[in-house]
């Protein structure tokens, strides 16, 4: 369902443009994000001695984007699903239309993937036995499946402006991402991400390019080094996802890991667009990562963020002690105050 809404026009003395929005002449159409009336009733999250229940969460009516616009790719494993996942379905995944996001993972049939498919989201086999070891070409083979998925979508009549990856330590702020992306043209072959370089982290040294033998192997290169996106989280406009199929979908993303010589798989993804096509990462100051670890953001900062790391962020007057080790329920809360189970931290 769809409901329209009427666009509240600015005085004659407010800025048209905030943070990148321009404000529109005329009606905006926004998708209805409840969840489906088969939402599981009997699905808690147990957090200590306390039992939390589904919660949708209403958007701001400002947000002025149609959210199906963003495509959302979840990566997961069995072993995660009563864990990190479940926090996620019952926080950041109760902002969201359901029929958005994919959820890439094995086969199962366990209480919180059921419960998922039963409020209508999408849940797709990976077919790549994931043990949780991080083998690197399992772990390409379940990109390909999440870069195949989209296609498919595509194929089928579906029409999205943002492709976005988050693995299933990541927090999305679907209002901190939706302004982000207006702030950016998807018309144009643009990828957004944070540039994964660990020196500066360890050893504060400079920013270090990439160097990639392998990339001596694609002829059609651009570039004999790149840049890439650390793998928690990143976004791709539909025109640039739409050229690197031949490279990422399905069992092409294996072919190009073997090829690339790359060592993990969301390396692949900066090597084939920096590297090969030539296109410049582009480092969104609130796109948040692991590699923000442990830094303390102002208030502001945290509502603005488009995504967050598990336990990787300092939350003002935190729920639910050290029950909430991931700091994820804290950060919903502090988004989202008006969540009845906050009350119980």
């Known amino acids: ?8 026009q600015p005085s004659p003395n407010t800025p048209q443009s905030h943070l990148g929005l321009t404000v529109p002449t005329k009606q905006v159409t926004l998708p209805v994000t409840q969840p489906s009336p088969a939402t599981p009733p009997n699905l808690y999250l147990s957090v ?14 400002d947000v002025m984007i149609n959210a ?8 997961t494993m069995p072993r995660n699903h009563p864990t990190r996942f479940a926090t996620h379905l019952f926080t950041w995944m109760q902002t969201v239309n359901p029929s958005q996001v994919r959820i890439i993972t094995e ?11 039963q409020m209508g989201y999408h849940v797709v086999p990976s077919g790549c036995h994931d043990t949780g070891d991080h083998n690197t070409l399992v772990m390409c083979c379940k990109s390909g499946r999440q870069f195949e998925e989209y296609y498919h979508a595509r194929r089928a009549g579906e029409k999205y402006k943002w492709y976005c990856h988050a693995d299933d330590d990541i927090y999305v702020n679907i209002v901190g991402l939706t302004k982000m992306l207006q702030s950016y043209n998807p018309k144009e072959k643009v990828y957004l991400g944070q540039w994964y370089w660990l020196e500066k982290y360890f050893f504060h040294t400079p920013r270090v390019i990439h160097l990639a033998p392998g990339l001596l192997s694609f002829p059609e290169r651009k570039r004999d080094n790149f840049r890439y996106s650390s793998g928690n989280t990143y976004c ?5 996802m739409m050229e ?3 490279y990422l979908s399905g069992k092409n993303y294996v072919q190009s890991c073997k090829k690339a010589l790359v060592s993990m798989d969301d390396v692949l993804v900066g090597v084939v667009i920096d590297g090969i096509l030539g296109y410049d990462l582009i480092e969104p100051q609130n796109l948040r990562t692991e590699l923000d670890s442990y830094l303390e953001f102002s208030a502001n900062d945290l509502k603005q963020a488009s995504t967050v790391a598990l336990g990787h962020v300092i939350v003002p007057m935190a729920k639910f002690a050290n029950n909430d080790k991931t700091r994820l329920l804290s950060y919903h809360c502090f988004i989202y105050p008006e969540v009845s189970w906050c009350a119980m931290g």
């Not at 199962?108 to 059921?114: F, K, R, V």
């Open 1 to 8: 369902k769809q409901v329209t809404l009427p666009v509240i």
């Open 48 to 61: 200590s001695d306390k039992r939390l229940p589904l919660e949708h969460v209403k958007l701001p009516a």
């Open 236 to 240: 791709i406009s539909d025109p640039l």
């Open 244 to 246: 690197l199929e031949k």
């Open 107 to 117: 086969v199962s049939e366990d209480e919180m993937i059921n419960g998922a498919k």
């Open 68 to 75: 199906s616009d963003i495509y959302i790719s979840v990566l």
